[in-house]
């Protein structure tokens, strides 16, 4: 079936560096959507990606679709302790009505 | 507008027995999708709900079932508790349901079941 592959499992940051987390799909994708879940929390939407190469900011955070539409990654930067949580891509399934199939995310912790 | 709300948010449970949560949505979404988190699979699909009927279903044993009733509202049943059911159980709710994967999904802040 659809897979969504994420990579780093973890990664853990010194406040202030960068971090980039990645996304790979076994087919394209008609779009890739992201979320953010903090510790003890739940999964909260961050953003929608649609065309072939798009490239969308929100503040510290950009996000990019490959070319291809099979790939995609979220790059945070200059990291800030609110930023801890694990970060989830997710894409839909093979055939409409389809549900979105979530990677396992990567958890950021992010050292003072 | 109010958010997607689940009950009860914590449970413990012991092997064998059967447990019931509850899911509602936010107003005018009438799609419900449930989820099952731990740790080691991460997010996978359990099945969703459309106007009160199961548009699709997950890769999960027939002891999980599910419902939705005329307001929306969902519940997830699962019987036969075993100490794997332990997790995180999370519904989200969109407007015209999970087409193409093109929805936001809006997560409740879930149900923690443990199964001792």
């Known amino acids: 079936g659809q897979q969504v592959m994420q990579i780093p499992q973890y990664q853990h940051v010194q406040e202030g560096e960068d971090f980039t987390t990645y996304c790979n799909s076994s087919?394209?994708?008609?779009?890739i959507q992201w979320y953010k879940q903090r510790p003890g929390g739940h999964p909260v939407f961050l953003i929608q990606?649609?065309?072939?190469?798009e490239v969308k900011k929100q503040k510290r955070l950009t996000f990019q679709f490959g070319e291809a539409k099979k790939n995609s990654s979220l790059h945070i930067t200059a990291t800030q302790t609110t930023d801890v949580g694990t970060y989830f891509c997710?894409?839909?399934?093979?055939?409409?009505?389809?549900?979105?199939?979530f990677g396992k995310g990567t958890r950021l912790s992010v050292i003072a | 507008k109010a958010g997607v709300t689940q009950t009860p948010r914590y449970l413990i449970k012991t092997r064998g027995q059967q447990v019931t949560l509850s899911c509602s949505p936010i107003?005018?979404?009438?799609?419900v999708s449930w989820y099952q988190q731990t740790p080691g699979q991460g997010l996978q699909f359990l099945f969703e709900y459309f106007s009160e009927t199961q548009r699709n279903k997950g890769n999960f044993p027939g002891r999980f079932s599910g419902r939705q009733f005329s307001n929306s509202r969902s519940e997830m049943n699962v019987s036969t508790l075993e100490l794997g059911d332990s997790a995180l159980y999370l519904c989200?709710?969109?407007?015209?349901?999970?087409?193409?994967?093109?929805?936001?999904?809006?997560f409740g802040p879930g149900t923690r079941l443990l199964v001792l």
């Open positions: 087919t394209t994708l008609s779009n």
């Open positions: 989200a709710s969109s407007r015209r349901g999970q087409r193409e994967g093109r929805e936001t999904q809006y």
């Open positions: 990606l649609v065309k072939s190469g």
């Open positions: 997710a894409g839909p399934g093979y055939s409409g009505n389809t549900p979105l199939v």
């Open positions: 107003s005018g979404h009438r799609s």
